[in-house]
């Protein structure tokens, strides 16, 4: 009778809980709609494009990320209460000569052509945003709001005057180099070859600045990243980085990067690619399974289109034959106070890296989104706040890279 008596209990107890639960996060989810409706929410940096030219992906369909590893369509960004998106062209480092400037030149091109066809094809969903005030208009329309980035500066080859005419097209920024060291700088995952910005480089930087392209700081090496906070005339951005005092990680910025970050007036958005966020559990297996893949597509560099395709599709078993344990959600967020303790409220935001191995447990797509806003206000950030970080800081800085653009053309003529 006793044993019935505390199984009674037990259960009133359990009850009491789900039902006193259950209104909580009903609350919860109403006041993460309302803010989701009430500011512009954007991710720098999505590897989608990779979809359009590898698999013929139609993005106004929803996928199931479980089946294809999907990550972004609009459906989806819809329910994750995703307002933009960076589509970045990606450009695998190949080599570093007349022919590989042209062939990298001609890739550039046609992967604008291709965003510019894809968000031609559905202009009742989506439309492209070149400035904040096109992103605010599409917003309104209840229209997914497209940006296009550059990943590596590999792009422009050896021509100074192809940043202008990518502005021209829609890029917003260019990521300086990506894996390997290019003509411009030192890659954070290559050896010391230009020691940080090269001649080249400094003249990159500086006709970004005038062209009112930002300059995107991810992927580059420590040095790289000082030569360029030195140089530059304009706020600069790291369109996918996380914090190296949380995770110990040659990619993210340290605790001293972010105060030079947070003094030039820039932005740091959060990349939630799982290595970059939590230190992953060792895994000999998938390592060696992972070396093996770098090896036999040389590092993924110089790739012809049907090698892309073919790494693709490997990359895709791998990581169903070697499952990774990823990061969280709250893994994710504790990040995100550690740079808002260190560089300020105003200097980060979010770039998911979706589609380029980007996706944490609870956030493994842009479906998921809203729960990091959700960890947010659990953890007593204000709607003000959660817009800053949600695109705010980032707009800002879009807008003051255009009016020192304006006034760097101004001075000069
Ligand atoms: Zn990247």
């Not at 929410?41 to 199931?64: A, C, E, M, V």
């Not at 090698?307 to 895709?316: F, S, T, V």
Request: include cysteine.
């Amino acid at each position: 009778m006793k044993k019935l008596f505390l199984f009674l209990n037990l259960i009133f107890a359990v009850m009491t809980t789900i039902q006193a639960s259950r209104p909580d996060n009903a609350k919860l989810d109403r006041k993460v709609d309302k803010i989701h409706r009430s500011i512009i929410s954007i991710d720098s940096h999505t590897d989608t494009p990779l979809r359009f030219t590898l698999q013929g992906f139609d993005i106004s369909k929803r996928h199931d990320p479980d089946k294809d590893h999907s990550k972004v369509d609009f459906p989806r960004m819809k329910e994750g209460g995703l307002d933009a998106a960076f589509f970045a062209i990606f450009l695998s480092q190949g080599k570093r000569t007349q022919e590989g400037y042209h062939k990298v030149i001609d890739k550039t091109f046609s992967l604008f052509d291709t965003i510019h066809k894809i968000t031609g094809s559905f202009p009742e969903l989506c439309g492209l945003a070149l400035t904040p005030a096109d992103a605010i208009r599409l917003k309104k329309e209840g229209k997914r709001i497209i940006f296009i980035g550059i990943e590596n500066g590999y792009a422009i080859g050896d021509r100074l005057d192809l940043i202008q005419t990518y502005f021209n097209k829609g890029a917003r920024y260019i990521t300086l180099c990506h894996t390997k060291n290019n003509d411009i700088c030192d890659s954070s995952t290559d050896t010391i070859q230009n020691n940080g910005l090269s001649l080249f480089g400094k003249k990159v930087v500086a006709e970004m600045n005038r062209t009112g392209m930002m300059v995107d700081v991810s992927h580059i090496s420590d040095k790289s990243f000082y030569d360029v906070i030195t140089l530059t005339k304009a706020p600069v951005i790291a369109s996918h980085s996380c914090s190296r005092a949380i995770c110990d990680n040659h990619r993210n910025l340290d605790d001293n990067m972010l105060k030079m970050l947070s003094r030039n007036g820039g932005v740091i958005q959060m990349c939630i690619l799982s290595d970059y966020v939590k230190k992953p559990d060792p895994n000999p297996a998938r390592d060696s399974a992972e070396k093996a893949l770098y090896k036999k597509y040389h590092n993924f560099s110089d790739l012809t289109e049907e090698e892309m395709k073919q790494a693709h599709i490997d990359w895709d078993t791998f990581e169903h034959g070697f499952p990774q344990k990823l990061a969280t959600v709250a893994d994710v967020v504790d990040h995100i106070d550690h740079i808002v303790k260190v560089a300020g409220i105003d200097h980060v935001g979010i770039g998911t890296d979706f589609d380029g191995g980007g996706g944490v447990t609870g956030c493994y797509d842009v479906s998921q989104m809203k729960n990091i806003t959700k960890e947010l206000v659990k953890r007593g950030y204000t709607t003000g706040q959660i817009r800053k970080i949600w695109g705010g800081n980032l707009m800002r800085v879009m807008d003051k890279v255009r009016v020192i653009s304006i006034k760097l053309n101004t001075v000069n003529n």
